[in-house]
Structures are given as C-alpha cells and as structure tokens.
C-alpha cells in the first residue's frame, strides 16, 4: 500500500485521541511492548475487556500502516496475542508523527543489542505513569533520548532518560524533584556505567559555574539485582564528590528511590 497525502488526509480524522497518543509515545520510546501500550492506554478498561480492546485498537493500527510489529513474536508467559509483540512506527506513523511533534525520531531499524535498552526506557515511563494515578506524584517532564541529553562545552553528557516528578506531600507541600536516570542492566549497551561518573561529575561543575542558582538533578542509578546495585554503590563511594550526586537502587524500587529523594 503506497502512502501518499492523500491517504494521510483521509486517515487523520479517523485516529482518536488516544490513537495519537500511542503514535506520540511509540515515536518518543522509538519501540514498546504491546503489553506496555496495554498498561498506559487501556488502564481504564475491565479487566475482561482489556486485552480485547488492546487487540482491537493496535490490530487497526497496525493495519493501517500506523504501527508495525517487528522482531519476534515472544511465545508463552502471561502474555499474548498482541500484547506479546514488539512495535514501532511504521510508515504512515512516521508521517503522522511528523506533523504532531516538534521533536520526532528516527525510525526504528532493527538492532538486537538496542532492543532491552529501549524497552527498559519505555518501562520507566510505563512505571511512573502507574504510579501516578495514585495521586501522590505527577509525571511533570519525560525525555527519552536524544532530548535527554545534555551539551557542555565540546562534550555531550548522554543519559537514558531526564525525569521531572512533582510531589504532594501527606501535608500538602508540594515540591517538584529532578533526575538523570542510568538504566544498568548488568550487560550494559554502549558507555559502560562506569564511564558515566566522571562525565556527570563533570557536568555538575558546569552547572554550577553556568547556573549557580539551580538545583542540579538527582543522578539514579538503576540496576537488575542486588549484587549489581552493590558495586555500583562501591563505584560511587570511591569518589567522595559523586556521594551527594549520585543514588542507586533497584530497576524494580524507580518510584520508592525517586520519591524518597
């Protein structure tokens, strides 16, 4: 099927909010999960009607050239049908998010290693946004990358996402709290963690000297299990500096190590 203008035109007013809602985030995220569409979008829905209206809505996207599966199909867990696929934008989607975002990415071309990057990218958005709708917190700002990066000098600090959260306190002060957060699998794509100490320690001393009147973000580190949160610790206690920069924690405790910040 050839996508032209036309086309696009007779498309637009047939996607619902909620449809370009998806465009928007599977374009930002560049690939998520069906079960991660599921969590955001259709939260709303019985439990009975959950996964059909999942189905539904991505099976129409998909078939309009909005969304396209890609990779393979995982086969068994507690998840199926299209819940269990990975997406990205496809042709049309492309298009669309070009004309409904000021920042839209690159197409997504399959890469093996980048996969569980931006899937665990994607999960702390996904996370955070559950989260929230218990009304503690609001997700104030989310960038994933490029946009969350930041520029000094002749060098680019890179994290994996920049987080604004603000939160109601059981009193009813409000305050917001920002962070960089390192997603660290333990088999980690590109820079290695340990790289990414020194460059932030560095762009802290930017900061200061550039804005000395702004609080710098909190530094997360997040990792998969405990004997990986250990020597992450270990890495950072090395250099007194870091101490007050940095906290690492759990992939599984993002809402309880950001919160308690």
Not at 162 to 168: E, M, N, R
Request: net charge positive; aromatic share 10%.
């Amino acid at each position: 099927m050839s996508i032209t203008n036309r086309y696009l035109n007779q498309l637009g007013p047939q996607l619902t909010e909620r449809d370009l809602a998806i465009i928007r985030d599977v374009g930002r995220f560049k690939l998520m999960s069906g079960g991660q569409l599921e969590r955001l979008y259709f939260a709303d829905c019985s439990d009975t009607s959950r996964a059909r209206n999942r189905q539904a809505v991505l099976r129409r996207l998909t078939g309009h050239r909005v969304l396209a599966r890609v990779g393979q199909r995982r086969v068994g867990g507690a998840q199926r049908g299209s819940a269990s696929y990975l997406y990205t934008l496809d042709v049309a989607g492309q298009h669309l998010a070009q004309s409904t975002s000021s920042r839209p990415r690159r197409p997504y071309s399959w890469y093996e290693p980048t996969v569980a990057h931006f899937l665990a990218v994607a999960e702390l958005y996904v996370t955070l946004t559950e989260a929230a709708r218990g009304g503690r917190f609001t997700v104030l700002d989310f960038q994933a990358e490029p946009y969350c990066w930041r520029s000094f000098g002749h060098r680019t600090l890179k994290p994996d996402a920049f987080v604004q959260l603000g939160v109601v306190h059981p009193d009813g002060r409000r305050r917001k709290g920002s962070f960089f957060i390192e997603v660290d699998r333990a088999n980690q794509y590109g820079a290695k963690i340990e790289t990414k100490l020194p460059q932030y320690l560095a762009y802290y001393q930017h900061h200061r000297q550039t804005w000395p009147d702004q609080s710098f973000p909190r530094v997360v580190f997040l990792a998969p299990h405990e004997q990986r949160v250990s020597y992450l610790r270990r890495l950072v206690a090395e250099r007194p500096e870091a101490q007050r920069l940095f906290t690492v924690g759990l992939l599984d405790e993002l809402v309880a190590v950001t919160l308690d910040r």
